[in-house]
């Protein structure tokens, strides 16, 4: 409960994002040996936005912080707008797989899209790849072959090479991971 009115500030706009997050990914786990709170993956996709590409834009912030709210939990993109307002809910929205649709056209669909996305959606999908493939390098989540590993790698560089010209920093580090592989 608020004590008092805190002053407008990003602070503030992220501390509210972290938090809404939070709550909404609360039951999740990633699909690691130890079971890891999915919190840490939408946080550390934004962490490397920050600390790694030099993306200082609060809206593209909070859009990877909640880039997978929509996808994952309950939580609407009406209720996004609510929250946090039109410009980060169309991040949102550009960063959420119809999961209406078979996993197929999902994963084709990303690749299609993927150069007609706005510059800060096109941040948000090649750090969350960065995430995930950093992820596989370490340990395959519990089920995955080797196979379906390799085929991951494969299809997140025709989804990142769709998203390129938008920084450097984030080219350049995908472009590594490639390069080193599984
Ligand atoms: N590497 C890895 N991924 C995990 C782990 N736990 C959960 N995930 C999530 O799984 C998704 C990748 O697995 P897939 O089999 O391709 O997708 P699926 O979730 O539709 O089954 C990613 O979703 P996403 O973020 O929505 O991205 P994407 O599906 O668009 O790549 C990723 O965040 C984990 O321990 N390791
Ligand atoms: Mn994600």
């Known amino acids: 409960m608020a ?5 407008p500030s990003p602070l503030g706009d992220l501390l509210q994002t972290i938090t809404f ?6 039951h999740q786990r990633r699909k690691n040996a130890l079971k890891t709170p999915y919190i840490n993956h939408p946080l550390g996709v934004a962490h490397i936005l920050w600390f790694e590409a030099g993306v200082e ?12 709210t929509v996808e994952d939990t309950d939580t609407t993109f009406e209720e996004l ?17 119809d999961k209406h649709l078979p996993k197929m056209e999902r994963k084709r669909l990303q690749i299609e899209n993927a150069p007609h996305k706005s ?17 596989l390098q370490k340990e395959a989540p519990e089920g995955w072959t080797r196979e379906r590993v390799e085929e991951y790698f494969v299809w997140a560089k025709k989804v990142t090479d ?3 010209g938008v920084n450097g920093r984030l080219e350049a ?9 599984p």
């Open 81 to 97: 707008e609510r929250h946090f307002g039109a410009e980060v809910t169309r991040i949102v929205k550009e960063c959420t797989d």
């Open 57 to 68: 834009d609060i809206a593209t912030l909070q859009g990877a912080i909640l880039h997978d």
């Open 119 to 135: 510059d800060k959606a096109k941040l948000v999908k090649m750090a969350d790849k960065i995430y995930n493939l950093r992820d």
């Open 3 to 7: 004590l008092f009115s805190a002053p």
């Open 162 to 164: 769709g998203c390129k």
């Open 173 to 181: 580090i995908l472009a590594g991971i490639y390069a080193k592989g």
């Open 21 to 26: 997050a939070a709550e909404k990914h609360i």
